[in-house]
C-alpha cells in the first residue's frame, strides 16, 4: 500500500532524509522510530505532500504523487500537532474534514456518529474543543483523520502528551483498525507502543534507515543477552559464580537465563530476589541509536 524508494528531502547542508526506502504491506501497522531530528516528521511530509521530495519516488495504494486529490483521499492523517479547530465543537470539526473530503446527507451523519462513537465523544459532542481535555484532543485528532474512511492512515506520534485510560483507548482503535484491514503507518517515541502494536519497524536516525525488521527479529539480531539480577541472602566465601557481584547482588549476562538460574539455584544459593531482565526494543533502539541525548 505504501512504497517508498530512495526517498532523500535536504535543506541546505543537512540531509534529513537520505536515502530511504520501505513497504508498509495492506493491512499491516508499520512503525516508524528514531530520535529527535532523524527524519520521521519530514518522511510523514513527504508521504501526504507537504514537502517535495529532492529525490526518490513514493507510491500510495497505487498512486505515484501524494499531492494529487485521487491520492489524498486514500490517507488519513493524524498529525503530533493538533490538526483541530478549537472554537468548533467536536461534531463540528468531524463535520467540516467530512465535507472537505466530499461527504454529505446520511453518508455525512453516519460518518461523523460512528467516529464520535469511535472517540468516546458522543456525550461531549457539543462541546468547543478548547474545553476538551489532552487525551480527548487526541482522541478527536484520530477519528478527523478517518472520517472519511481512507485505507492508508499516517499517525505521528498520536498518544503524545495523554493520560493513560486515553492511551489506552487510542490503542484499541488502533488494534481494531487493524483487524479491519487498514494500512498504519506509526511513528512514535514510546518503543513499548511500538512493540505492542507494529507488526514490522524501521529504526530510523540521521536521515537513514538503520534496521528493518518484526520486533522478535530485531531483538533477536541486536537485543544481546538476558541480564539475570540475584539478591543472594549470603553471597559465596570465594563468590565463585560468573558475573559481577554488588554486595549481596549477583548479575550475570546469559543468552539462556533460566538454565543459568537453574544452575545457580542447583548451586546451593539461597536468593533474597530474583529478576531476568529480557532485552527489549528499547534495547535495540538504544544499540543502534545511542544513548547521547538529543534536544
Not at 483507548?169 to 483498525?177: G, Q, T
Not at 511500538?194 to 524501521?202: M, P
Request: charged share 25%.
Amino acid at each position: 500500500m505504501i512504497e517508498v524508494r530512495d526517498l532523500r528531502k535536504s535543506y541546505g547542508a543537512l540531509a534529513a532524509v537520505d536515502g530511504v526506502s520501505f513497504e508498509v504491506r495492506r493491512g499491516e501497522t508499520f512503525g516508524l522510530l528514531g530520535p529527535n531530528g532523524a527524519g520521521k516528521t519530514t518522511t510523514m511530509h513527504l508521504l501526504v505532500g507537504v514537502l517535495r521530495p529532492d529525490g526518490g519516488t513514493i507510491q500510495i495504494a497505487g498512486e505515484g504523487d501524494p499531492t494529487r486529490p485521487q491520492t489524498r483521499e486514500k490517507l488519513g492523517l493524524a498529525p503530533q500537532a493538533m490538526s483541530l479547530y478549537p472554537d468548533l465543537t467536536g461534531e463540528e470539526n468531524l463535520t467540516f474534514f467530512a465535507r472537505l473530503h466530499g461527504l454529505g446527507g446520511s453518508a455525512l451523519h453516519e460518518r461523523v456518529e460512528s467516529m464520535l462513537a469511535l472517540a468516546g465523544l458522543t456525550d461531549r459532542r457539543k462541546h468547543r474543543v478548547r474545553t476538551y481535555s489532552g487525551g480527548m484532543q487526541r482522541r478527536l485528532n484520530l477519528a478527523c483523520a478517518l472520517v472519511h474512511d481512507p485505507p492508508v492512515l499516517l499517525l505521528d506520534e498520536p498518544t503524545v502528551g495523554v493520560d493513560p485510560q486515553s492511551r489506552n483507548h487510542l490503542f484499541e482503535n488502533i488494534e481494531s483498525l487493524r483487524a479491519q484491514g487498514r494500512t498504519i503507518l506509526y511513528t512514535t517515541h514510546y518503543m513499548e507502543e511500538a512493540q505492542r502494536l507494529c507488526d514490522r519497524v524501521a529504526i530510523m536516525d540521521k536521515g537513514k534507515i538503520l534496521a528493518l525488521d518484526t520486533v522478535p527479529a530485531l531483538i533477536e539480531r541486536y537485543g544481546g543477552a538476558s541480564l539475570i539480577e540475584a539478591e543472594l541472602e549470603e553471597p559465596p566465601v570465594d563468590g565463585g559464580h560468573a558475573g559481577t557481584w554488588d554486595g549481596h547482588m549477583l548479575r550475570v549476562p546469559s543468552e539462556r537465563p533460566l538454565e543459568e538460574v537453574a544452575r545457580l539455584a542447583g548451586s546451593g544459593v539461597r536468593f533474597t530476589s530474583l529478576h531476568i531482565k529480557r532485552p527489549d526494543l528499547e534495547t535495540v533502539f538504544l544499540e543502534l541509536t545511542g544513548r547521547s541525548l538529543r534536544d
